[in-house]
């Protein structure tokens, strides 16, 4: 007994003197030791946006279910809300109404990420997505309007009728619900906003504790004991660095991400032992707002692909039409890449702007991302081109709308109704980093897979959401990073609870 309580008070001193240690580098008896005062399971949660707050609410839920005493943790080096809160378009799910099946939203997935989407991954995206909406559903988050994405076969993205930014809305709620947690009198949930993870410490190949800091200042780290830490630390789009190592075209591009997306957690997680894979596919969106007050910003708003959903089409600057709007976001943004200073301009008629909200429309005329023109001969003015040749170039569309033309790139999807010729919206688009399809290998319980061969899963350790990896293979199917974040959000929470509950108990 005085060995073990030798053995603790060691790593204790060390760690408050900030000697800290590499997990490889501690005896794994030390490390057990020194948890020995927890008598509470605890697991910890590291990352606020939408995979980090559904995991949660499922942890929650589940430490409710079994009656176990369990302390959950929630962590943020910023605030509650993360990249979530910025998507704009919609979240995917099975839609049996228009046509959807089990199948072909699989396969419409598979064929997006170009073979390299891991399977059973895909799968239970595919046979949670019904469960993800009714759960957002039930928090009073309305998703019923349904729209067609580029790369879908059917109408599956699902968004709000009263149009808007689907993420906000979807942070809005569901923060204020893990906000609500923090304020039980039983078994609390802790928010420790503004701290970073600084490191996983692991022992047996199990994670035994975290160690985490105010945010900037990783001298100041403290570790924290649990059993299980979930890794909802999103992406790393804002990161030049990183970039430049895994995709040096995409570190030439702007980004949409906030400064926040630095992807930290990879380092941490490969220190651990975990396996990171496919860091190499980033996802290049076609159409971020070039601000005509700050054109060459390194950091755009994105301009939804709802609206090209809705029956916006893209010209370049001579007038003309290049490629099929609702193809997969990489061959968009590969057309306008070859375009004229790799930008284009998104045309948008009255109709399809009303169908996505007015009240966002507005927003982006105010921040003189978008222009209002009231017919083709001010359209002309604006791109500076033929005004004969853009008129022809529109009637030639909408006669292919009405199904009198093949149109010459390929498209076939066509809402109702919307064609071109008076009232209509432009923006000037041009691609932008949005998303990282690699990470923190994971399998379909969203456990951290080990990098060693053979080696299994690590203890303890999970991923959720753009921190994961294996799911989007080499290109995201627009609407699925809300989902993924919502489906491996919530399975990683109640695994988390179940596997560190079990852990204690034996």
Same mark, same amino acid.
């Given at each position: 007994?005085?060995?073990?309580?030798?053995?603790?008070?060691?790593?204790?001193?060390?760690?408050?003197?900030?000697?800290?240690?590499?997990?490889?580098?501690?005896?794994?008896?030390?490390?057990?030791?020194?948890?020995?005062?927890?008598?509470?399971?605890?697991?910890?949660?590291? +990352? $606020? =946006?939408?995979?980090?707050?559904?995991? /949660?609410? *499922?942890?929650? @839920?589940?430490?409710? &279910?079994?009656? #176990?005493? !369990?302390?959950?943790?929630?962590?943020?080096?910023?605030?509650?809300?993360?990249?979530?809160?910025?998507?704009?378009?919609?979240?995917?799910?099975?839609?049996?109404?228009?046509?959807?099946?089990?199948?072909?939203?699989?396969?419409?997935?598979?064929?997006? +990420? $170009? =073979?390299?989407?891991?399977?059973?991954? /895909?799968? *239970?995206?595919? @046979?949670?997505?019904? &469960?993800?909406? #009714?759960? !957002?559903?039930?928090?009073?988050?309305?998703?019923?309007?349904?729209?067609?994405?580029?790369?879908?076969?059917?109408?599956?993205?699902?968004?709000?009728?009263?149009?808007?930014?689907?993420?906000?809305?979807?942070?809005?709620?569901?923060?204020?619900?893990?906000?609500?947690?923090?304020?039980?009198?039983?078994?609390?949930?802790?928010?420790? @906003?503004?701290?970073?993870?600084?490191?996983?410490?692991?022992?047996?190949?199990?994670?035994?504790?975290?160690?985490?800091?105010?945010?900037?200042?990783?001298?100041?780290?403290?570790?924290?004991?649990?059993?299980?830490?979930?890794?909802?630390?999103?992406?790393?789009?804002?990161?030049?660095?990183?970039?430049?190592?895994?995709?040096?075209?995409?570190?030439?591009?702007?980004?949409?991400?906030?400064?926040?997306?630095?992807?930290?957690?990879?380092?941490?997680?490969?220190?651990?032992?975990?396996?990171?894979?496919?860091?190499?596919?980033?996802?290049?969106?076609?159409?971020?707002?070039?601000?005509?007050?700050?054109?060459?910003?390194?950091?755009?708003?994105?301009?939804?692909?709802?609206?090209?959903?809705?029956?916006?089409?893209?010209?370049?600057?001579?007038?003309?039409?290049?490629?099929?709007?609702?193809?997969?976001?990489?061959?968009?943004?590969?057309?306008?890449?070859?375009?004229?200073?790799?930008?284009?301009?998104?045309?948008?008629?009255?109709?399809?702007?009303?169908?996505?909200?007015?009240?966002?429309?507005?927003?982006?005329?105010?921040?003189?991302?978008?222009?209002?023109?009231?017919?083709?001969?001010?359209?002309?003015?604006?791109?500076?081109?033929?005004?004969?040749?853009?008129?022809?170039?529109?009637?030639?569309?909408?006669?292919?709308?009405?199904?009198?033309?093949?149109?010459?790139?390929?498209?076939?999807?066509?809402?109702?109704?919307?064609?071109?010729?008076?009232?209509?919206?432009?923006?000037?688009?041009?691609?932008?980093?949005?998303?990282?399809?690699?990470?923190?290998?994971?399998?379909?319980?969203?456990?951290?897979?080990?990098?060693?061969?053979?080696?299994?899963?690590?203890?303890?350790?999970?991923?959720?959401?753009?921190?994961?990896?294996?799911?989007?293979?080499?290109?995201?199917?627009?609407?699925?990073?809300?989902?993924?974040?919502?489906?491996?959000?919530?399975?990683?929470?109640?695994?988390?609870?179940?596997?560190?509950?079990?852990?204690?108990?034996?």
């Amino acid at each position: 007994r005085n060995i073990v309580f030798a053995s603790a008070a060691v790593l204790l001193l060390a760690l408050s003197a900030g000697l800290y240690l590499r997990p490889s580098q501690l005896p794994p008896s030390v490390l057990r030791n020194s948890m020995a005062s927890q008598t509470t399971p605890r697991i910890v949660i590291v +990352g $606020g =946006g939408l995979a980090g707050c559904m995991a /949660v609410m *499922t942890a929650h @839920e589940a430490r409710q &279910a079994s009656g #176990a005493q !369990l302390d959950i943790v929630l962590v943020d080096k910023n605030k509650i809300g993360g990249n979530s809160a910025k998507a704009s378009s919609g979240m995917n799910a099975l839609t049996p109404p228009s046509g959807d099946t089990p199948q072909l939203f699989m396969d419409d997935t598979l064929k997006s +990420g $170009g =073979g390299r989407s891991k399977q059973e991954l /895909v799968q *239970t995206l595919v @046979e949670n997505s019904e &469960a993800a909406i #009714a759960s !957002l559903a039930a928090l009073g988050i309305d998703l019923t309007k349904v729209s067609k994405l580029g790369g879908h076969s059917v109408p599956r993205s699902h968004s709000s009728p009263g149009g808007g930014n689907v993420g906000w809305q979807i942070m809005s709620k569901l923060g204020k619900s893990v906000r609500d947690l923090s304020e039980l009198k039983q078994q609390p949930i802790k928010i420790r @906003e503004n701290t970073a993870l600084v490191d996983i410490v692991m022992a047996d190949g199990k994670v035994s504790g975290v160690r985490l800091s105010p945010a900037g200042k990783p001298e100041q780290a403290e570790t924290l004991p649990c059993q299980a830490v979930i890794l909802a630390t999103g992406g790393y789009s804002a990161s030049k660095e990183l970039l430049k190592i895994h995709n040096p075209t995409a570190a030439t591009l702007p980004t949409t991400n906030g400064p926040w997306a630095t992807g930290d957690a990879l380092d941490i997680a490969e220190r651990a032992g975990a396996r990171l894979i496919d860091l190499a596919e980033v996802q290049i969106h076609p159409t971020g707002f070039v601000d005509p007050n700050d054109p060459d910003s390194d950091v755009k708003f994105l301009a939804p692909e709802k609206l090209r959903g809705l029956g916006a089409i893209l010209l370049n600057s001579s007038g003309k039409r290049f490629v099929d709007e609702m193809t997969t976001r990489d061959r968009v943004s590969d057309a306008i890449m070859g375009q004229a200073g790799r930008s284009a301009w998104l045309l948008i008629p009255q109709a399809a702007a009303s169908e996505f909200g007015m009240e966002a429309i507005d927003f982006y005329c105010r921040r003189n991302l978008m222009v209002h023109v009231e017919d083709v001969s001010l359209l002309a003015a604006l791109l500076n081109t033929d005004q004969q040749g853009l008129i022809e170039e529109i009637e030639l569309y909408n006669e292919v709308v009405l199904g009198h033309e093949k149109d010459p790139f390929g498209k076939t999807s066509f809402p109702p109704d919307i064609f071109f010729g008076g009232s209509m919206y432009a923006a000037e688009v041009t691609p932008v980093v949005h998303y990282t399809m690699g990470g923190i290998e994971i399998d379909s319980t969203g456990r951290a897979l080990a990098a060693a061969p053979g080696a299994g899963a690590l203890g303890g350790l999970y991923a959720a959401g753009e921190a994961s990896g294996g799911v989007h293979g080499v290109n995201r199917l627009g609407g699925n990073s809300l989902l993924e974040c919502a489906v491996f959000g919530s399975i990683t929470g109640k695994a988390a609870v179940t596997y560190a509950v079990n852990l204690m108990s034996n």
